[in-house]
T-cell receptor, first 113, second 110 residues
């Protein structure tokens, strides 16, 4: 299994809603990432978990809250988002002790109304 | 902060022509990765370069890493319509921290 899965594929939420994005991989990777990608822009690193511990937070607003319940799962909890947070949210994983190749999931297309 | 610059932003070529995209960092990179993202898709890993002056080939694709580990290039020989997409470099400065270049969108006319 060389796949990273993400749910949901699409999400529309209001500014007062609370929602969560989910990411799963079964490749035994111990580094997992959240990226945000706006249209026609490159992916922007948000968070990195290494061995289930948050190792990098790129000064992301607190309305985004990551969680890594175990080595296969990564969540991104969303609360009180703004319309400018609308974007494609990509999850990726890698094995930091081998090739470091990042495997990306298909992403969640988020629209904040 | 760290930044990876990438040029050109767009490239339109006739099928069979060559294509090159360039990445440049103001500071020394630990390594650099290259990704391809098709329209509507997600980034797909192409290759990682680690050593100073490294050159790697994958069929029609040639990847280079500069001697100072601050720049890199991707060259495609004799483009095909299947090469269409956006090519990103991603520079690694610290453990697990990657900064993507702005990308080069390649369009190939048949």
């Amino acid at each position: 299994d060389t796949e990273v899965t993400q749910t949901p594929k699409h999400l529309v939420m209001g500014m007062t809603n609370k929602k969560s994005l989910k990411c799963e991989q079964h490749m035994g990777h111990r580094a997992m990432y959240w990226y945000k990608q706006k249209a026609k822009k490159p992916p922007e690193l948000m968070f990195v978990y290494s061995y289930e511990k948050l190792s990098i937070n790129e000064s992301v607003p607190s309305r985004f809250s990551p969680e890594c319940p175990n080595s296969s799962l990564l969540n991104l909890h969303l609360h009180a988002l703004q319309p400018e947070d609308s974007a494609l949210y990509l999850c990726a994983s890698s094995h930091p002790l081998s090739s470091n190749e990042q495997f990306f999931g298909p992403g969640t297309r988020l629209t904040v109304l | 902060g760290q930044q990876v610059m990438q040029i050109p932003q767009y490239q339109h070529v006739q099928e069979g022509e060559d294509f090159t995209t360039y990445c440049n960092s103001s500071t020394t990179l630990s390594n650099i990765q290259w990704y391809k993202q098709r329209p509507g898709g997600h980034p797909v890993f192409l290759i990682q370069l680690v050593k100073s002056g490294e050159v790697k080939k994958q069929k029609r694709l040639t990847f280079q890493f500069g001697e100072a580990k601050k720049n890199s290039s991707l060259h495609i020989t004799a483009t095909q319509t299947t090469d269409v997409g956006t090519y990103f470099c991603a520079g690694q400065y610290n453990f697990n921290k990657f900064y993507f270049g702005s990308g080069t969108k390649l369009n190939v006319k048949p």
